[in-house]
């Protein structure tokens, strides 16, 4: 006698036959074809035909019969809602039962029916409910509401549920309260302008309190609830974490983790001597060991929110590597997920180890996860300095091994070792052209031919091994015709005499017959240079190349900020904001980790706003970093450098100002035609007649505007303004600005003599200043001054005067003297002034100190209305000395990262964001980070200065 | 929260759906399938699958996939945990997880489900809770059912769900009182070819059986709890008493349950039962391959090692295998190439070996990848950290029950590279 009886009727006339079952008199028999019904409608069959049959069972005392009925309404019920209002009675009814359980079935059941004639009918009982005096029909009412927010918002809100339901956290038994929780949770993120989880230091208190007692799913929504929390300074912060760290000894991972996230947002609160955030950080890392020994399932979401927490706070993991070694038969997914944390925590205390163990993961059977493991070789290289030679002997080892697909990963990656140290392991050279006829696919082929490129002086067949290659030239992928081309350029500039004819083949391949565009463009460029002036075609082919580093598949330290603050969620899975890929992104709330010292400008500050803000401004406030994530999500394993090099954006921007230098003069000069003596200039056939010219103007364009950022244009300078007025200084008025060029501050002054006298002995003086400006010469005036005459002077300053701090930071007191008598002014002086043309910063050292920096020393500003977009934005920052290190688009916004340096060697980094706001004007979001916050004030006025004149 | 959950079987049909807000329509397991048909094993299927309107969050138990499908942003670890607490609560329904036994209880299953979850919230959980609710099938109620009518579904509300202790339901008796703990640990290790240890470490749990009148209160104290820094309890466990003192003061749930999990990190040292030696040679340019292992007992502490056994996948070039094993049996897949050598107990005078020759592809070259060998074993009576229940004290009630505790020590992913 099983259910599987229920299945078998498959009869012609089974409906009717259910129906006349249905109508029977006996119990038993109606409970049966009840039982059938719903047994074909868990395999999907339709039986909604039924409809007035089965209802017509549920008034009934047999609880069975009625859940049954139940089950079949919630489906049907919204196909048939003229039938459905049949049941409303039988609801209304039920709640009044006198068994609870009946109570809350009927108050259940009746918030699944999705039909909106129904809803109305169902105010009455479920506010009843609300109030009743057993905690489970009220905790099944917390339930009911945010359903019925689902079906129709406005009439709850109307019926004044959704403050009965706030009221419902103060409720004595903590399961009522974890279940309003949940339900105002799930309404608040469908409507998140309604602020309903309002947190105060008393509710937080209750729901830590419940917290203890409830049940372990209980405990996630409390504990996802609280989270959202900015508590108002570290005690508090200090308090609930010490609350919530039982939480890390749950049974249930999902307890576990949602605990984690509480820990780790508030942990930014505490101050890192505190004994207690070392105490914390200890406790931390046991419980997400353990979420290792899990199933499978649970340890792949275990290790992607891992991944972030190794990213923002090494310390916890660092000692735990073996952990995350690969058992054989894990499955993919978690293997690959090991492997890049076992990269993360790689450090020249466990390398060996590390290295060992990757080196054993190359000869696995998975080919996917074998490359991976060459390239983690690769990576652990770059990263971690001492280990490099190790890697390269372990490479050359699985070189040796001439399995396929391992020789090909391992020389990918042995090129991004050169990059990052070159002159180092050359001699491995030998070893990897024994393999080159075994190479297949593009990148590895691209790659080896970029080494022999690179390296044709210490390869005495460099040229046969090149011309192996150019026979099959329309074969290949881009990227390998590409690099063939350059490759055999670069050949060319080191040993000219034997290797001309192959440079004029694969230069009338890549011009003549290939329909790339980037590839005839790269072949015209080559050949304009060749034959016009090879001096500089060395100096830009072989230019020396930025060194790469590991910093590339990092996380953005910004976004990395967000996704801590969701850890445990789907977020964290996909490394991606909510806002990034949550259905039509609503009721996306921006989060981010609290700052250091919350005291009360916490709550100015609209980053740290408290969870809940309106979203209608989330389009204006969050940047959807989507896209930048997932190209991060695919490079994943990749070498930090992704094509051939020369062609990626790490090198751009030196590549720009290299051909600013060397084809400038190129194009300036007309071309003498033969740039070497066995050169055989182009034939001019082979050049489009208007190309000459359209290439001429079209590259000039651009060196106009490189250059004009490389010359000495200098910085921004102010319009005079007076800042002695004669009636204060017997006749004597100056009005002056500050100017930087080339490296020299200077103050510029203008003196006017209103007086009726002659002026003469001029002298001046500083008052020591924040940053030790002082004269660097007397102040010469030449002749005396007579009435009404004006005179110029530019006063050089240097900054190695006597240093005092200033209120505010940038004033100058300024004292001048003259035949009359000493006058004393004050002036605020521009802090753009004061930025060095060395404060460019590398790409890593930015990324390291922007890390290193607490946040709370970040400081974030508006400018709103600038004229200018991405490029020229960056250049007019860059004639001021703020240096653009890094620009990225995020969703049609432009992110630009920029350093600069004060000239006493204060570091000041900054984050622009450019928003698009109506068309001729953009709003700039900046932040700044630095280690003496006083000065981002300043150096956002200079920000403001810059842009806006 | 949770919208609907799939039941599909290894061949791909949907044997069961179950929605807990409005209808989902099955078509969006056609993205599931997608990735299935990707993942070319079966355990190889990525957990979270994302499709333009739902997330696909699935667990594959018994064969069996559960797959659940959500829309909004829902911890993920919370829906899979809430799966495998949907395949336990089968398990102990039914005895056993699968699509033959689902189906045949198809009723209970649903109101099971029913009963888990409200809107995607879970409802209850704990076994103790729904069996009140539902009562598990058994032949002698199925027969009580049909004769008088009476159903299988509680019409009280079950006790024990808003208590404080709500694991546990009132008015429990027993006549014979009784409370057994068994300490179970597994060794996942990995071995390297020279036989040292590269990583090892010990998942330990401590099951209970109380079968315990009325509201007892019970504590359990160790002789040396420092072993235990990684832990995660049962919620009946009072955590204050245990930071505070190292003794686990708890009221138990009635009948069986886990009471703790513990985890003995690799930094600690972990003693390694069992050796195994292992030459395996494939040679160039010979048909003929090498191979032979023998498993030796190590660190027992003077107890025997029983129930091993030795499986090892072997490369693909590998056609067959001839061997002669001192004792136990062995069989070698020629299709799925996996070699399982069934030992039993190691006398450690006469150490179990496994001997013979393989025949290799001719003319193919050397297999790239050394095979790994998966060991599993049982020792009786040995917690290998070295744990140690001290006392067992039982108040709040008055009889004197029966108590008694086990060790055991197994494999878990106990790994030797060759």
Redesign the interface.
């Known amino acids: 006698?099983?259910?599987?009886k229920?299945?078998t009727t498959t009869k012609k006339g089974e409906i009717f036959e259910l129906k006349a079952e249905l109508n029977s008199d006996k119990?038993?028999k109606k409970?049966e074809a009840v039982?059938k019904v719903?047994?074909s409608m868990?395999?999907?069959k339709d039986v909604s035909a039924l409809f007035p049959d089965v209802v017509n069972c549920m008034q009934t005392d047999?609880?069975?019969?009625k859940?049954?009925v139940y089950?079949y309404l919630?489906?049907y019920a919204?196909s048939q809602p003229d039938m459905a209002i049949m049941a409303v009675n039988t609801f209304v009814k039920d709640c009044e039962d006198p068994?609870?359980?009946i109570r809350?079935l009927a108050v259940?059941t009746m918030?699944?029916i999705?039909v909106d004639k129904i809803t109305e009918y169902l105010c009455e009982p479920l506010r009843k409910c609300l109030k009743d005096e057993?905690?489970?029909v009220r905790k099944?009412a917390a339930?009911?509401v945010?359903?019925l927010h689902?079906i129709n918002a406005q009439l709850v809100e109307d019926q004044g549920f959704l403050d009965t339901l706030k009221d419902l956290i103060s409720d004595s038994?903590p399961?009522v309260v974890a279940?309003a929780v949940?339900?105002l949770s799930?309404i608040a993120?469908?409507h998140p302008s309604s602020n309903l989880l309002d947190l105060n230091p008393q509710s937080i208190n209750k729901l830590l309190t419940a917290l203890n007692?409830c049940?372990?799913?209980g405990q996630?929504f409390i504990l996802?609830c609280l989270a959202n929390y900015t508590p108002k300074d570290d005690r508090e912060a200090q308090s609930i974490c010490e609350r919530v760290t039982?939480r890390l000894?749950?049974?249930?991972?999902?307890v576990?983790?949602?605990a984690v996230k509480v820990l780790m947002k508030f942990m930014e609160m505490l101050s890192k001597d505190l004994d207690y955030y070392g105490t914390l950080l200890k406790k931390l890392a046991?419980?997400l060991?353990?979420l290792l020994?899990a199933?499978?399932?649970?340890q792949?979401?275990?290790l992607r929110n891992i991944n972030l927490i190794v990213q923002k706070r090494p310390e916890i993991l660092k000692?735990?590597m073996?952990?995350f070694?690969v058992?054989?038969?894990d499955?993919?997914?978690v293997k690959l997920e090991k492997l890049d944390i076992m990269i993360r925590l790689a450090s020249q205390a466990n390398i060996a180890?590390v290295l060992?163990?990757l080196k054993?993961y190359a000869?696995?059977?998975d080919v996917d996860f074998v490359r991976k493991a060459v390239r983690a070789i690769g990576r652990c290289a770059i990263k971690v300095e001492q280990s490099a030679e190790r890697c390269v002997s372990t490479l050359l080892d699985l070189i040796q091994?001439k399995?396929n697909y391992v020789v090909q990963e391992a020389i990918v990656v042995i090129k991004d070792i050169f990059r990052k140290y070159p002159n180092k392991y050359e001699s491995v050279i030998a070893t990897l052209c024994e393999n080159l006829d075994s190479l297949d696919e593009p990148e590895a082929r691209a790659a080896m031919i970029w080494i022999v490129g690179e390296y044709a002086e210490r390869i005495d067949n460099a040229d046969e091994l090149l011309e192996s290659f150019l026979e099959g030239f329309h074969d290949e992928s881009t990227q390998v015709q590409l690099q063939l081309l350059t490759a055999i350029v670069k050949l060319f500039l080191k040993k000219p005499t034997e290797t001309q004819e192959l440079v004029q083949q694969v230069l009338s391949l890549a011009t003549q017959d290939s329909d790339n565009p980037d590839l005839r463009d790269r072949g015209y460029i080559y050949w304009r240079l060749l034959s016009t002036d090879p001096v500089a075609a060395k100096e830009v082919v072989l230019a020396e190349k930025p060194l790469i580093s590991e910093e590339t598949d990092l996380i953005e330290p910004t976004l990395l900020d967000e996704l801590i603050c969701y850890i445990?969620?789907?977020?964290s899975?996909?490394h991606k904001p909510?806002s990034a890929?949550?259905?039509g992104g609503r009721?996306v709330v921006h989060k981010s980790l609290p700052p250091r010292t919350a005291s009360s400008e916490s709550t100015e500050s609209p980053e740290t706003a408290p969870a809940g803000a309106p979203s209608g401004e989330q389009p204006d406030v969050i940047p959807t970093q989507g896209d930048l994530l997932g190209d991060l999500l695919n490079l994943d394993l990749g070498p930090p450098v992704g094509g051939p090099p020369l062609t990626t954006s790490s090198v751009q921007m030196g590549a720009v100002d290299l051909l600013g230098g060397g084809l400038d003069s190129l194009m300036g000069d007309e071309p003498e035609g033969i740039g070497g003596p066995n050169f055989v200039a182009p034939p001019a056939a082979t050049v489009p007649p208007n190309l000459g010219t359209s290439m001429g103007s079209g590259l000039s364009d651009l060196f106009d505007l490189t250059s004009g950022v490389g010359t000495l244009s200098g910085s921004y300078v102010a319009p005079k303004a007076v800042w002695l007025p004669a009636m204060k200084a017997k006749g004597l008025e100056i009005s002056g600005t500050f100017t930087r060029q080339v490296g020299s501050i200077s103050m510029d002054l203008q003196l006017t003599n209103k007086a009726l006298q002659v002026m003469t002995d001029f002298a001046i003086q500083f008052n020591r200043n924040s940053f030790g400006l002082a004269p660097a010469a007397p102040l010469q005036v030449h002749a005396p001054l007579s009435p009404n005459q004006t005179v110029e002077i530019s006063l050089p300053l240097n900054t190695v005067g006597s240093v005092m701090k200033m209120e505010p930071l940038n004033n100058l007191q300024v004292a001048v003297k003259n035949n009359i008598d000493v006058f004393y002014f004050s002036t605020l002086y521009p802090l753009h002034i004061l930025f060095v043309e060395d404060g460019k910063m590398d790409r890593q050292m930015f990324l390291a100190t922007w890390k290193d920096i607490p946040n709370e020393n970040e400081a974030q500003f508006q400018i709103r209305d600038c004229s200018l977009n991405a490029e020229a934005v960056s250049s007019r920052l860059q004639s001021s000395n703020i240096f653009t290190v890094a620009k990225r688009n995020v969703e049609g916004q432009d992110m630009l990262y920029q350093s600069l340096k004060l000239t006493n060697g204060i570091w000041v980094l900054a984050e622009l964001r450019i928003q698009p706001g109506n068309p001729s004007f953009t709003d700039l979001e900046l932040s700044l980070k630095c280690r003496a916050p006083e000065v981002s004030q300043h150096v956002y006025q200079a920000y403001e200065t810059i842009l806006k004149n | 929260m949770i919208h609907s959950l799939f039941l599909i079987n290894s061949s791909g049909d949907i044997f069961l759906e179950k929605h807990w807000k409005s209808v989902v329509s099955r078509s969006v397991c056609d993205y599931f399938f997608e990735a299935q048909e990707r993942a070319t094993e079966a355990e190889n299927v990525p957990p979270v699958i994302p499709t333009p309107h739902h997330y696909l969050l699935s667990v594959y138990r018994h064969k069996i996939f559960f797959v659940a499908v959500i829309q909004t942003e829902v911890p993920p670890l919370f829906v899979i945990e809430f799966l495998h607490r949907v395949v336990d609560t089968f398990q102990d329904y039914f005895g056993v997880c699968s699509e033959p036994v689902i189906k045949d209880n198809v009723v209970v299953v649903y109101e099971v489900l029913e009963e888990m979850l409200d809107n995607g919230f879970p409802l209850a959980t704990e076994s103790n809770i729904l069996k009140e609710l539902i009562k598990p099938p058994t032949i002698l109620r199925t027969v009580v059912n049909t004769i008088t009518g009476s159903t299988n579904v509680g019409d009280q509300l079950p006790t024990g769900q808003l208590s404080v202790v709500p694991w546990r339901r009132t008015g429990v008796k027993y006549t014979n009182n009784e409370a057994y703990f068994d300490v179970i640990e597994e060794i996942d290790a990995i071995i390297d070819k020279s036989g040292s240890t590269i990583t090892a470490e010990i998942q330990g749990v401590i099951d209970a059986c109380v079968k315990l009148t009325g509201m007892p209160d019970l504590t359990l104290s160790f002789m040396n709890p420092r072993l235990l820094d990684d832990v995660s309890f049962h919620p009946c466990v009072r955590f204050k008493r245990w930071e505070s003192e190292r003794i686990l003061s708890f009221i138990p749930p009635d009948g069986n349950f886990r009471l703790l999990s513990y985890h003995v990190s690799a930094q600690n040292l972990v003693a390694i039962p069992v050796y195994v030696k292992h030459s395996i040679s494939f040679r160039d340019s010979s048909s003929l391959g090498r191979f032979e292992i023998t498993v030796g007992p190590k660190q027992t502490m003077g107890k025997t090692i029983e129930g091993v056994m030795v499986t090892s996948q072997m490369p693909k070039g590998v056609l067959n295998m001839s061997l002669a094993p001192s004792q136990g049996t062995h069989t070698f897949d020629p299709v799925t190439k996996m070699l399982s050598w069934d030992v039993g107990k190691i006398n450690p005078q006469k150490l179990p070996s496994l001997k013979g020759t393989m025949s290799l592809q001719a003319g193919a070259s050397k297999p790239d990848e050394n095979p790994t060998i998966n060991l599993q074993f049982k020792i009786q009576q040995l917690a290998i950290s070295g744990l140690k229940v001290n006392r067992l004290d039982m108040y709040g009630e008055k009889y004197k029950p029966f108590k008694g505790i086990k060790y055991m020590t197994k494999a878990g992913k106990f790994q030797v590279r060759t």
């Open positions: 006698m099983t259910d599987s229920y299945f119990k038993e409970k039982k719903i047994a868990t395999v999907g047999n609880l069975e019969l859940k049954l089950l919630m489906n919204k068994n609870p359980l809350a259940r918030g699944c999705r057993d905690p489970y099944t339930v009911c945010a359903k689902d038994n399961m279940n949940a339900a799930e993120e469908s007692e049940t372990e799913w996630i996802d039982p000894s749950h049974a249930n991972s999902a576990v983790l949602s046991p419980p060991v353990t020994s199933e499978p399932e649970l792949y979401v275990a000692h735990e073996k952990v070694f058992k054989y038969n499955p993919i997914y180890q060992a163990e054993e000869t696995e059977v091994t399995v445990g969620t789907l977020a899975v996909y909510p890929f949550v259905e009721g």
